[in-house]
């Protein structure tokens, strides 16, 4: 027999219905809730709200567990190929071999930009956010493919609308970051791999030709692969809410970009930087900063998460990437030491174990990106680059959705009740 609630309001019961979803999650079906007593639910934040049913990913915080499709993460962690992770998120399986080889080509295929876009880049001034650039940019794309606007059901089109925003958003970024430096750009190798390709576009020099070492290409894989998707975070949310309205795919995935952008969400591992930077310029050693912890004068920047009750399972994984980053690097950075203290002394103090206060993924993902060179203001756009195929997912999932409706929050207002109107003496 299906599961009900019971609903009291003023003497009326109403019972509604509660929806079961394939992993144990349940939620109470208020859909029909103002139609019958004319009452919104109240939630800011959405933190109790399911806007959305999706087979794309699951997370259970309490036990650490997160899904792509059904795949525990930590399958992930051998060989990773970010393009093959990509494929399952946006087609609901992982890719035969000869999917995967097309798909690849496609890539490859896709990775140049339009000549006539690269004289937009030099429309923005050199200091210009690269997150900034990478939303106007993915906008632009539309303009010079416009047959990508109208992708209807045509499953051939999706793909190529899929590859074409992956590949080019690599080449985005690293043009980006190349107008950032006053440097000239560097036209994608199609013999290059793809986090290879995104590498060689930042940093070759005419007189150094950049080569992605083997581990560094499996740390940068596997970061892109723990940031693919994570079900109705900000961003995301963004996503679906813009393409709620019909928006084309480029529209809404720049809007997710925008949501991105924030330091309480793609920012995040900035945020840590910026910390470790702090507690190095300012003299205090790292067991000072966890006292003050302790002592409720700060926040520690990197440890926690809102969703994860447990620890991270991407920040495990990528825990032990980044030891095998700093042993092929070799770089003294003080910020890197302090990283490592903090570390060290949080996992085995009880106020931070207790209170599962451990490292998450955005304390690894930004301390490993310090150590391979990527420029603090390229730290978000690196999540932006991981996030697209999620984002993709995420918007075709809801395209193909049948009765799809736009979304249409509403609000409690609390403003003047009734005020009368006295018109404005212009004399």
């Known amino acids: ?33 103002r139609d019958q ?11 109790n709200t399911g806007a959305c049913s999706s087979k794309i990913t699951f997370i259970d915080g309490d036990k650490g567990i997160l899904r792509y ?19 399952l998120l946006i087609f609901g399986r992982l890719p035969k071999p000869d999917e995967l080889l097309r798909f690849s080509r496609k890539l490859t295929l896709n990775a140049m930009l339009h000549e006539g876009m690269k004289h937009h880049f030099e429309g923005f001034p050199v200091n210009a956010p690269p997150m900034a650039i990478l ?30 925003l992956i590949s080019k958003v690599r080449t985005i970024a690293a043009y980006s970051y190349r107008r950032h430096k006053g440097l000239p750009f560097v036209y994608p190798d199609p013999r290059l791999r793809y986090c290879a390709n995104f590498m060689h576009m930042m940093f070759t020099y005419p007189y150094d030709q950049y080569i992605l070492d083997p581990v560094i290409d499996e740390a940068l894989n596997l970061i892109f692969i723990l940031h693919a998707d994570h079900e109705q975070n900000c961003s995301t949310s963004t996503v679906r809410m813009v393409g709620s309205s019909k928006a084309n795919l480029f529209a809404s995935v720049a809007a997710g970009v925008c949501a991105l952008w924030g330091p309480l969400h793609g920012g995040a591992n900035v945020e840590v930087i910026d910390q470790l930077t702090e507690i190095h310029k300012g003299g205090i050693s790292p067991e000072e900063m966890l006292q ?31 030891e095998k980053v700093f042993a092929k690097t070799n770089r003294r950075d003080p910020l890197l030491d302090i990283a490592r203290k903090l570390e060290e002394l949080a996992l085995k103090d009880s106020y931070f174990v207790d209170r599962k206060l451990y490292p998450n993924v955005d304390f690894y993902s930004g301390i490993i990106f310090r150590a391979i060179g990527i420029p603090l203001e390229m730290f978000t756009v690196m999540f932006s680059i991981g996030r697209l195929p999620g984002w993709i997912a995420q918007w075709k999932e809801q395209h193909d959705a049948p009765g799809g409706r736009i979304a249409r929050p509403r609000q409690i207002y609390t403003g003047t009740p009734l005020a009368e109107y006295i018109p404005i003496d212009r004399r």
């Open 292 to 322: 003050q912890v302790k002592d409720k004068k700060r926040q520690l920047m990197g440890f926690g998460h809102r969703v994860y009750k447990n620890f991270d399972p991407r920040a495990r994984m990528l825990q032990k990437v980044a």
């Open 135 to 164: 939303s106007a940019m993915i906008n632009t794309l539309s303009c010079f493919d416009p047959e990508m606007l109208h992708l209807g059901d045509d499953a051939e089109k999706m793909e190529d609308a899929a590859a074409s």
């Open 1 to 33: 027999m299906p599961r009900t609630a019971t609903l009291t309001v003023d003497g009326k019961t109403l019972i509604l219905p509660i929806i079961e979803g394939t992993s144990g999650e349940a939620g109470i079906d208020v859909s029909k809730l």
């Open 69 to 87: 499709r059904g795949i525990p993460i930590e399958q992930f962690d051998t060989n990773p190929n970010f393009i093959e992770v990509a494929w």
């Open 37 to 47: 007593t004319g009452l919104l639910t109240y939630d800011p934040a959405y933190g």
